[in-house]
Each structure stands twice: as structure tokens, then as C-alpha cells.
């Protein structure tokens, strides 16, 4: 009686570590001056997403159209930024076609500069305090498309030239550009759900 005892107050921590995170921060920093902070919030309608930050100039850009940026599947891996993968994209929209604002079916989830506008530049690179609703986003569902466990990219005409993971508020430790290991909220749930596998075989065990 007593492990069943213990072993469904692990059930229930376990469950409470398993939470579904309302914040996650990522901050984009390169070592030629980017320093972009996104913010992302639940909100009744999706995500909150706030920017600000500095190092975009319009004498660095490429092109006219501005810095591009999205939310990628994977996290950053020794600062490459290359190794994130693709954008999010759970429905497999793809990038054949350009994102339509207004018709969200043409746009994958990930594709925050589409849906929302470039990064035009600035001569002093102050990126102008943004905020917006992305009804697209969340930290909840599943694998596919969560916001835990993904990053934040920058572009110039398509190079990757800033990375930082979306840190959420039950992370304990992050991973940096510099490539600082990292404990993700995705690692930490999937480490809640294996716990609570042992803990139900102990229950069912005695």
C-alpha cells in the first residue's frame, strides 16, 4: 500500500511537469550585432508574439524585401544555424507557393515573416517593437506542431545568419548560439511521460 501510495504522488508530479508551457523566449543573437528577443505568449485566439531588438540594418540586407523569419522544427545545435531544419509546418503546405495572410491554408505555421512582414531594416538596425496574434501557433498538440522544442531563424536573401531555441518557462537550462548544452521543454516532457509509463507499471506491479 505504501508504493501505491508513492508511486501515484509521482503520477501526479510527473503529470504537473508535464504541463503545457504559456511562454517561451527566444533570443537571437549573432556575433555581427543581431540581437532579436521573441516573445511568445498563449492567447485566447493562438500565440502573442512581441519583438524588439537591434542589428538589422538596411546597408547589411540583401534584399529590398527585407529580413525574413520563421520558426523552425528543430533546435540549434552548436550555434548552426543550418542544423534547425525546415519551417514548421504540420499541415505540409510547403514552400511551392507564396504565403496568402489572408487565406492561412497557403502558409506554414512557421512562416511568421509571410504571415506577418519582413524585417525591413533600419540605419541605425532597431527593429521597431512588434506585436501581433498568430492564430496558427501553440504549445499545445502534438510533436508536429508545438512551439516546444523549436527555434527562431533570421534570414538575409535566404542565409541563415541568426538562431536561438524557443526557451519555455519550465526549461532549466538553455542552449545558446555559443552552443551551450541544453534542457529543452519538449526533452522534459517526454522525460514527464516516461516517468509516468514506470510509475503505472508499479501501480499495476503491487
Not at 543581431?34 to 540594418?57: A, E, H, M, Q, R
Not at 504549445?139 to 536561438?164: E, Q, Y
Not at 511521460?193 to 514506470?198: E, F, H, K, Q, R
Request: glycine share 10%; with cysteine.
Amino acid at each position: 500500500m505504501q508504493i501505491k501510495a508513492v508511486a501515484s504522488a509521482l503520477a501526479i508530479a510527473s503529470l504537473a511537469a508535464a504541463a503545457v508551457p504559456t511562454t517561451g523566449v527566444a533570443e537571437v543573437k549573432n556575433a555581427d550585432g543581431v540581437d532579436v528577443k521573441f516573445v511568445f505568449t498563449t492567447d485566447p485566439k493562438g500565440i502573442n508574439v512581441t519583438i524588439s531588438g537591434t542589428g538589422l540594418t538596411i546597408a547589411k540586407r540583401v534584399l529590398a524585401t527585407g529580413y525574413d523569419y520563421h520558426v523552425h522544427v528543430k533546435p540549434v545545435v552548436d550555434g548552426n544555424c543550418t542544423l534547425t531544419g525546415g519551417h514548421l509546418d504540420p499541415a505540409n503546405v510547403g514552400t511551392s507557393k507564396p504565403c496568402d495572410p489572408t487565406n492561412l491554408a497557403t502558409c506554414q505555421t512557421g512562416d511568421l515573416a509571410g504571415k506577418h512582414g519582413n524585417f525591413m531594416g533600419t540605419e541605425d538596425g532597431v527593429v521597431p517593437f512588434t506585436t501581433y496574434i498568430d492564430t496558427q501557433l501553440s504549445f499545445s498538440g502534438d510533436v508536429n506542431s508545438t512551439l516546444v522544442g523549436r527555434s527562431v531563424v533570421i534570414h538575409n536573401n535566404g542565409t541563415r545568419i541568426a538562431c536561438a531555441d524557443i526557451i519555455t518557462a519550465d526549461a532549466t537550462t538553455t542552449t545558446s548560439p555559443s552552443g551551450a548544452s541544453s534542457t529543452s521543454g519538449a526533452a522534459k516532457l517526454v522525460g514527464s511521460l516516461a516517468l509516468s509509463g514506470v510509475v503505472a507499471f508499479m501501480m499495476l506491479a503491487f
